[in-house]
């Protein structure tokens, strides 16, 4: 089993103004709707779409209960979430206009989370949670969270023996990194915060970070990623695509990723679905959507170099 955890949902309101979003000019919006909030809803509906069974764990708001409910069962997400009582799922305001160049995000902080529901979430993996059994957790952190608590998150895990997926930032990034978990997704930027002390070049702290990360990617926007992976440290480049909505689309090349690891594929078909899709899914106008045979046809125009080779892995 797959399981997603997302300390801090979000329902996204998805605004779509006519002509080009402006400052101090009224922008009239023509299209509003509500998507799925919250980078590890988003990684179960990215399982969900590739077929393999996952169960998404957290937190949700009672007061707006209904309203998430109906967008997970649209999607056919499976999950248990804890209710918060007298809370609020948080919203994100996601802001597009005509111009096709990418989106505007406005987002709430959510709720606090009660020391009741945190335990009943390390009671559920307590009960459920074997050894072949694969966790992702990503998104960020309630306001009242503390690192602690996110830390008796990851050592219940890890005493299951399972394989842990962070897609994380921040403080809590580090504090996952330096408990040596499997996988982590960070981007550029984000690795530079980690070292910041510490002058060696992008491709040094990404080897440094692999000593104790199993998969380590590193997100470069569109221009790519690196992925490293025991000794070997490749650069992936994005395919070229029309963007329009680009919000969601680090949690479906975590999902796609994780989808083919699942499945048993090599890393470099890995690394061609989870390029390829969250390519797909810039193209789409609401958070969520991608489509696997347009990803597909997007694989010959990703190219997989390994680092220190002269030649491409894949073309």
């Known amino acids: ?97 005509d111009t096709n160049a990418g989106s505007l995000m406005i987002t709430e902080n959510g709720f606090h989370v009660s020391k009741e529901n945190h335990s009943k979430l390390i009671d559920f993996l307590h009960q459920f949670l074997t050894e072949k059994d694969i966790v992702v957790i990503a998104g960020s952190m309630p306001p009242n969270y503390t690192i602690a608590q996110l830390l008796e998150i990851i050592n219940t895990i890890k005493n299951k023996k399972c394989f842990i997926a962070c897609d994380l930032s921040g403080e809590a990034l580090a504090a996952v990194v330096d408990m040596g978990i499997n996988f982590i997704k960070p981007n550029q930027y984000e690795v530079e915060v980690l070292f910041q002390n510490n002058q060696t070049t992008l491709i040094q702290k990404i080897k440094e970070l692999a000593i104790k990360i199993d998969y380590v990617v590193v997100s470069l926007g569109k221009d790519g990623s690196y992925v490293a992976h025991k000794d070997n440290l490749y650069q992936v480049t994005s395919p070229t695509v029309e963007e329009r909505n680009d919000t969601g689309a680090g949690d479906v090349f975590v999902g796609s990723f994780i989808a083919q690891f699942v499945q048993g594929k090599d890393l470099k078909t890995i690394m061609k679905y989870a390029t390829g899709c969250s390519a797909s899914k810039v193209t789409k106008h609401n958070s969520t959507d991608f489509d696997i045979k347009e990803a597909e046809s997007y694989f010959n125009r990703i190219s997989i170099k390994k680092l220190g080779s002269d030649e491409d892995v894949v073309s």
């Open 1 to 97: 089993m797959i399981y997603t955890i997302t300390l801090n949902p979000a329902i996204d309101r998805l605004i779509k103004v006519k002509g080009t979003l402006t400052k101090k000019r009224t922008n009239r919006a023509h299209q509003v709707e509500y998507d799925l909030g919250g980078k590890g809803l988003h990684v179960s509906n990215v399982l969900t779409k590739f077929n393999m069974e996952n169960k998404a764990l957290g937190y949700i708001g009672e007061t707006n209960r209904p309203l998430m409910e109906s967008i997970l069962a649209k999607k056919n997400i499976c999950h248990h979430l804890l209710v918060e009582d007298g809370a609020s799922t948080r919203e994100c305001i996601v802001v597009m206009d």
